[in-house]
């Protein structure tokens, strides 16, 4: 999400009432997110502060803490909670969540060492996501941005949906970026999201089928050189076909990654009878 401004590494850290800041976890477009010390109760966070021109007024500010008050009502166990939402004494907004400190998706291969695919931890994985996204959906919050590094990983090593931050509530319109491109990540974002439309939980679902060809091949199915050449890609360009060996899942990527909405999964639900399908098939 480095499409327009990113805070400087040495930028001074935020004076946020009741926690003690460390140091920035990761730097975006959009935020910074912090590992702090929470006072009271005692514990380990992470703290993700709104840059100051992301939300330039009042108006921007409160609409973005209504959406984190609704995302924070999210229960789900692979859902990463919102633990406290406030302000920082700059004024800026800011949420907790726990610190999870096992890496996220990205950082994890499927590659067996024999070379082949770990296709049931990917359908493990798959299945997780789909849960999360079903709750959220069926809740009214599109989470907008599913990419390898909102997938985190929990103590136990079970993976967690992350960074609501982006979702959407039904009936809000398209939100976009000062530099006149969609929220989100464009490896990752559905041609519609990209255009800066209305979307529903079929976006989310075109950015786990993504995530989902990531896993399985090691690679995504578009490739660019910039943000705007991946949008025109995931946009124009034939859905690619898998290696031979991964051949029974190109069904269910043609729906997974479909150029419009109708023609992809009608919800999570039919997402997951389709991942059951092609495990039934496979039989490992």
Do not use: C
């Amino acid at each position: 999400m480095s499409m327009v401004h990113t805070e400087p590494a040495n930028a001074p850290m935020p004076e946020i009432r009741g926690y003690r800041l460390r140091h920035a976890l990761n730097h975006g477009a959009m935020s910074t997110v912090y590992l702090a010390d929470q006072v009271a109760p005692p514990r380990e966070v992470a703290i993700k502060v709104v840059a100051p021109y992301a939300l330039s007024d009042e108006v921007s500010r409160r609409r973005f803490e209504n959406e984190v008050r609704t995302i924070a009502r999210l229960e789900h166990p692979h859902v990463v909670r919102i633990h406290e939402l406030g302000r920082t004494a700059e004024g800026l907004p800011y949420y907790t969540m726990p610190y999870l400190p096992r890496g996220h998706l990205g950082q994890r291969s499927f590659r067996r060492p024999d070379g082949s695919v770990d296709e049931p931890r990917v359908i493990e994985v798959l299945r997780v996501l789909l849960s999360a996204l079903q709750y959220a959906h069926s809740r009214g919050v599109v989470h907008r941005d599913v990419k390898a590094e909102n997938v985190l990983f929990d103590e136990a090593g079970r993976p967690l949906l992350a960074d609501f931050g982006v979702a959407l509530r039904r009936g809000y319109g398209p939100r976009v970026t000062a530099a006149g491109l969609a929220v989100g990540s464009t490896a990752y974002m559905a041609p519609e999201q990209a255009r800066g439309e209305d979307v529903d939980g079929r976006a989310d679902l075109y950015s786990l089928g993504v995530l989902a060809w990531e896993m399985l091949t090691g690679e995504l199915p578009y490739r660019a050189a910039d943000a705007l050449s991946m949008a025109v890609m995931h946009a124009q360009d034939p859905i690619p076909k898998l290696p031979p060996e991964l051949r029974h899942w190109q069904r269910f990527m043609n729906r997974a990654l479909a150029k419009v909405p109708v023609d992809r999964f009608e919800d999570a639900a039919e997402m997951a009878a389709k991942v059951a399908r092609v495990e039934r098939r496979r039989r490992w």
